[in-house]
């Protein structure tokens, strides 16, 4: 089985930042990519930021130039620093890892719980 487990997230005020982290744990066997994702109430869930195992990242345009995506890959972790909040980041945001296991190899996705993020004054 594997787990992705986030934290970081919670109340901050317009303008201000937040970091969250990912970790997966389990029968990991290879992970390819990693990625944040979120899903304000009424709306589908977007893709925020990706990056692979290589290091390459991609991001939505509504967050390029104030979230960053980095990892750990040592520790299967990934993070997603955020500034400049806006009320409009307002969401759960969730962790995907596309990975594979030692009993599984072929690619699949898993997700995180969520977590939530609210942005307001």
């Known amino acids: 089985q594997v787990q992705l487990v986030e934290s970081g997230g919670g109340w901050v005020q317009p303008g201000g930042s937040l970091r969250l982290s990912c970790a997966a744990s389990?029968?990991?066997?290879?992970?390819?990519?990693m990625g944040w994702y979120r899903q304000a109430p009424g709306k589908q869930r977007e893709l925020l930021a990706q990056?692979?195992?290589?290091?390459?990242?991609n991001y939505a345009d509504s967050v390029k130039g104030r979230f960053t995506i980095s990892r750990d890959g040592a520790n299967n972790t990934v993070y997603l620093q955020m500034n400049g909040l806006k009320p409009e980041d307002t969401a759960v945001y969730y962790c995907?890892?596309?990975?594979?296991?030692?009993?599984?190899?072929?690619?699949?996705?898993?997700w995180g719980q969520g977590t939530q993020v609210t942005v307001s004054s």
């Open positions: 995907n890892a596309g990975l594979s296991t030692i009993t599984m190899l072929k690619l699949q996705d898993y």
């Open positions: 389990g029968s990991i066997f290879s992970i390819y990519r």
């Open positions: 990056i692979t195992s290589g290091g390459v990242t």
